[in-house]
C-alpha cells in the first residue's frame, strides 16, 4: 500500500506561484509513475502532469504547458508540482497518483492505483 498526502495548497492572487507536493509512505515511489489531477466543483477530474517512473518523460495539458512543472525526488519520496503565473481557472482541488510497476504515466485516471486526499488551490482575479 502507498499512502500519498498532498501539501502546499492555498489561495493566491492571478500571476502568482504555488508548489504542491505529494509525499508518500509506506512504500518507494521509484518504481511508480506519478500524476496531478484536478477537479473544479461540477467537472470532471482532469489530468494535469504526469511523470514516468524514471522521470525521463513529462506530460502537461496544454493549457498549464510552460507554467506547470512536474518534478519528482526519490530521495524523499515525494513528486512536486510548480505552478506559476496561476490563472483563476486553475482553481481546482488538486490530486497526486501513483501508478505502479514501473509504467509510464497515465491520462487516464483510471491509470492509477493510489490516490492522495487533494489540496485546494483558488486563484483569485
Known amino acids: 500500500q502507498v499512502q500519498l498526502v498532498e501539501s502546499g495548497g492555498g489561495r493566491v492572487q492571478a500571476g502568482g506561484s504555488l508548489r504542491l507536493s505529494c509525499a508518500a509512505s509506506g512504500r518507494t515511489l521509484s518504481s511508480y509513475a506519478m500524476g496531478w489531477f484536478r477537479q473544479a466543483p461540477g467537472k470532471e477530474r482532469e489530468f494535469v502532469a504526469g511523470i514516468s517512473w524514471s522521470g525521463g518523460n513529462q506530460y502537461y495539458i496544454d493549457s498549464v504547458k510552460g507554467r506547470f512543472t512536474i518534478s519528482r525526488d526519490n530521495a524523499k519520496n515525494t513528486v512536486y508540482l510548480q505552478m506559476n503565473s496561476l490563472k483563476p481557472e486553475d482553481t481546482a482541488a488538486y490530486y497526486c497518483?501513483?501508478?505502479?510497476?514501473?509504467?509510464?504515466?497515465?491520462?487516464?485516471?483510471?491509470?492509477?492505483?493510489?490516490w492522495g486526499q487533494g489540496t485546494q488551490v483558488t486563484v483569485s482575479s
Open positions: 497518483a501513483a501508478r505502479a510497476s514501473m509504467r509510464d504515466a497515465s491520462w487516464s485516471p483510471s491509470g492509477y492505483d493510489y
